[in-house]
């Protein structure tokens, strides 16, 4: 597998690409519409087709580039079921096998940051790789205040990815101190945010974070739902 761990520094933003190595058949995961001429390069020089560009949810916090890609190289483009993007090749539901070349992607529904939020799981010769997007992040978890966001369905979503495998290694959708990844064991132990005793408690420490607005939500949220294209 060739995988790569790329960052965009304005809004701290993880995107991932993944190829199977024998057929160069390539998938990035919420790439971000500034990094475009870099993802190009990079697919141009690994020499990797790019076939599909997942989203873990719709972000808030900067645009989509699986709009720009999709016209740039003719890829599908993938949002999770329910969605009110406009423009999505294909959607994709609880359970289904998202599959580029010998990779194959689980997604795995776990609303509460947003209500259209995936995660992506990877077997790989033994290891387990989760894409967490902004449901887990390394010693934190996403904010659940806007969006269709509710902590409580978030919990019970966390509860769901602290139960796969200890080794499982958690790639993020962000990261604000530099950090790349994490296990589910790593997480269990010292996320501050998973130390408490139940569901209500939770939402009660989601409800007391009183967080300010993503600076680019009110652009965001319109163009990602048109595939950054708007
Ligand atoms: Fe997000």
Same mark, same amino acid.
């Given at each position: 597998? %060739?995988?790569?761990?790329?960052?965009?520094?304005?809004? !701290?933003?993880?995107?991932?690409?993944?190829?199977?190595?024998?057929? $160069?058949?390539?998938?990035? %995961?919420? #790439?971000?519409?500034?990094?475009?001429? /870099?993802?190009?390069?990079?697919?141009?020089?690994?020499?990797?087709?790019?076939?599909?560009?997942?989203?873990?949810?719709?972000? /808030?916090?900067? %645009?989509?580039?699986?709009? &720009?890609?999709?016209?740039? *190289?003719?890829?599908?483009?993938?949002?999770?079921?329910?969605?009110? !993007?406009?423009?999505?090749?294909?959607?994709?539901?609880?359970?289904?096998?998202?599959?580029?070349?010998? +990779?194959?992607?689980?997604?795995?529904?776990?609303?509460?940051?947003? @209500?259209?939020?995936?995660?992506? +799981?990877?077997?790989?010769?033994?290891?387990?790789?989760?894409? !967490?997007?902004?449901?887990?992040?390394?010693?934190? *978890?996403?904010?659940?205040?806007?969006?269709?966001?509710?902590?409580?369905?978030?919990?019970? &979503?966390?509860?769901?990815?602290?139960?796969?495998?200890?080794?499982?290694?958690?790639?993020?959708? $962000?990261?604000?101190?530099?950090?790349? &990844? &994490?296990? %589910? /064991?790593?997480?269990?132990?010292? @996320?501050?945010?998973?130390?408490?005793?139940?569901?209500?408690?939770?939402?009660?420490?989601?409800?007391?974070?009183?967080?300010? @607005?993503?600076?680019?939500?009110?652009?965001?949220? #319109?163009? @990602?739902?048109?595939?950054?294209?708007?």
């Amino acid at each position: 597998m %060739i995988f790569r761990q790329l960052f965009e520094r304005e809004s !701290s933003t993880y995107t991932y690409l993944l190829a199977d190595a024998v057929t $160069h058949q390539a998938l990035l %995961i919420d #790439p971000v519409k500034s990094e475009l001429p /870099a993802y190009q390069q990079l697919l141009r020089e690994l020499g990797l087709t790019l076939e599909r560009v997942l989203e873990t949810h719709i972000h /808030a916090d900067h %645009i989509t580039a699986a709009g &720009s890609l999709r016209e740039a *190289t003719g890829c599908k483009t993938m949002l999770g079921q329910p969605t009110v !993007s406009t423009c999505v090749s294909e959607t994709f539901r609880e359970g289904d096998r998202i599959a580029v070349g010998d +990779l194959a992607l689980q997604a795995l529904y776990t609303p509460g940051h947003t @209500n259209d939020s995936y995660c992506f +799981l990877l077997e790989d010769g033994g290891r387990h790789l989760l894409f !967490s997007g902004d449901t887990l992040l390394i010693r934190g *978890t996403g904010r659940t205040d806007f969006q269709n966001g509710d902590a409580a369905a978030q919990y019970r &979503s966390l509860q769901r990815l602290l139960a796969l495998p200890e080794d499982t290694v958690v790639y993020p959708g $962000h990261d604000y101190k530099g950090w790349t &990844s &994490s296990t %589910i /064991a790593e997480e269990k132990a010292h @996320n501050p945010r998973l130390q408490v005793a139940d569901e209500a408690a939770y939402v009660r420490q989601m409800a007391n974070l009183k967080l300010p @607005n993503p600076k680019w939500m009110d652009v965001a949220v #319109p163009a @990602n739902r048109a595939c950054g294209e708007e």
